[in-house]
């Protein structure tokens, strides 16, 4: 079945250090892979995508990923993690096998600490 | 203003009561869907809509069901709310997006409910 991991629930980060949040996937067909974010009480921002070509990928407020198939992966990191990174963050899948809907992990909470 | 946006943006009812959550877009997108979150299981889809005839379960409609009212307007109701209802319920809207149909989903800022 598929499936997609977010192994970490939890996450406690200083500010000023780097951050990964990990993402894993079971997905048959090739798979188009999201983040988003989820500060408190808002709704979800995209953060970046991948749908195919580079496999290391930019997004928005300094984010970046990493789409690696062999490992069925894709990881997001911050070199730098500001206080306002504090948020959930959701890896999500999006399916061809079923007209393109969201499969989405159970989310990591991302506490910033000074 | 919002591209897609949700009324009310909380509520409190009574087990039994009719519910109806509201979603507009203004992004222009034939696709439209209902999620609900809820702590530690992400998000879930109640239904989906890929244009204003076609209407769609996914993988948690018991108890819901919804109306595509126009390309931008997509309701979802409570029938008779349970207190296991009580949750974030967030709109979406995509495009058709690349091969296969995926396209980026966009969210509203998301309804909580309460059911006591």
């Known amino acids: 079945a598929q499936s997609v991991t977010q192994p970490d629930i939890h996450i406690t980060v200083s500010e000023g250090a780097s951050l990964e949040l990990r993402c894993n996937y079971s997905?048959?067909?090739?798979?188009?892979l999201f983040w988003y974010v989820q500060s408190p009480g808002q709704g979800l921002q995209l953060l970046l995508k991948?749908?195919?070509?580079?496999?290391l990928v930019q997004g928005i407020k300094g984010f970046e990923a990493e789409f690696k198939r062999s490992q069925s992966s894709f990881n997001l990191r911050k070199p730098s993690v500001h206080w306002s990174d504090a948020a959930e963050y959701f890896c999500?899948?999006?399916?061809?096998?079923?007209?393109?809907?969201?499969?989405f992990g159970a989310g990591t909470q991302v506490v910033v600490t000074p | 203003d919002a591209d897609v946006t949700q009324t009310p943006r909380n509520r409190i009812t009574k087990t039994g009561k009719r519910i109806m959550l509201e979603c507009s877009q203004t992004?222009?997108?034939?696709?439209m869907y209902w999620y609900r979150q809820d702590p530690g299981l992400g998000l879930r889809l109640i239904y989906y809509?890929?244009?204003?005839?076609?209407?769609n379960k996914g993988e948690i409609s018991d108890g819901y069901s919804v109306s595509r009212q126009a390309q931008a307007k997509f309701s979802l109701s409570l029938e008779s709310a349970i207190p296991n209802q009580t949750a974030l319920y967030f709109c979406?809207?995509?495009?058709?997006?690349?091969?296969?149909?995926?396209?980026?989903?966009?969210f509203g800022p998301g309804t909580r409910l309460t059911v006591l």
């Open positions: 979406a809207t995509s495009d058709g997006g690349l091969a296969g149909g995926v396209g980026t989903q966009y």
């Open positions: 997905y048959g067909a090739t798979p188009y």
């Open positions: 991948y749908f195919s070509g580079d496999t």
């Open positions: 999500a899948v999006g399916r061809t096998d079923s007209w393109g809907k969201f499969q």
């Open positions: 992004k222009g997108h034939d696709r």
């Open positions: 809509s890929f244009d204003v005839k076609d209407i």
